[in-house]
């Protein structure tokens, strides 16, 4: 009896081993951060500086201020994605003011997709999205290595199989 006890200790007091996402989506998104940023700011100054004269297009800097508050969110916000494979349920949690925590019963899962658009595939990442009976708990993972991704979605088609025939 003992022994069973400690078992169940063991696995409920465990810290569930999390994986964080590649640092491939953080680079894709502040690429892009940069990028439409940099070209609202390069607009508004010559606009301005067109047509209101001078002293307007310092204007653009303020485009350029939000490029750096931007540039630390979204490493604060790539920081906080993360998920954990357990025995039974798939963990996923992101968030930095607002943390979110999604789990998602194996046995309930209906639908694993990996997508990659275009932006993505030129980085070399994908999406895994969940798909399960209630929407209220669909869940996606963003900007995984399409290895990891497609290694994913395989585990868990054969976990959500195995554990949706026992009911």
């Given at each position: 009896m003992e022994?069973?006890?400690?078992?169940?200790a063991?696995?409920?007091?465990?810290?569930p081993?999390?994986?964080?996402?590649?640092?491939?989506?953080?680079?894709?998104?502040r690429?892009l951060?940069v990028?439409?940023?940099?070209l609202?700011?390069?607009a508004?100054?010559?606009?301005?500086?067109?047509?209101?004269?001078?002293?307007w297009?310092?204007f653009?800097?303020?485009?350029?201020?939000?490029?750096?508050w931007?540039?630390?969110?979204?490493?604060r916000?790539?920081?906080?994605?993360?998920?954990?494979?357990?025995?039974?349920?798939?963990?996923?949690?992101?968030?930095?003011?607002?943390?979110e925590?999604?789990?998602?019963?194996?046995?309930?899962?209906?639908l694993?997709e990996?997508?990659?658009?275009?932006?993505?595939?030129h980085f070399?990442?994908?999406s895994?999205?969940?798909h399960?009976a209630a929407?209220?708990?669909?869940a996606?993972?963003p900007g995984?290595?399409?290895?990891?991704?497609?290694?994913?979605?395989?585990?868990?088609t054969?976990?959500?199989?195995?554990?949706s025939?026992?009911?």
């Open positions: 022994t069973g006890s400690a078992a169940g063991e696995t409920t007091g465990t810290e081993e999390w994986t964080g996402l590649p640092p491939g989506l953080l680079r894709m998104r690429l951060l990028v439409w940023l940099g609202l700011a390069l508004v100054g010559l606009l301005l500086g067109l047509f209101a004269g001078p002293v297009a310092a653009a800097l303020l485009p350029l201020a939000v490029l750096a931007g540039w630390v969110l979204l490493g916000n790539w920081r906080s994605w993360r998920y954990a494979e357990r025995a039974d349920d798939l963990l996923i949690t992101r968030g930095v003011l607002w943390r925590e999604t789990v998602v019963p194996y046995g309930r899962m209906q694993v990996v997508t990659s658009g275009p932006v993505e595939r070399g990442l994908a895994v999205q969940l399960t929407a209220a708990t669909d996606a993972i995984l290595d399409p290895a990891e991704a497609e290694r994913l979605r395989d585990r868990l054969e976990l959500g199989e195995a554990r025939a026992g009911l």
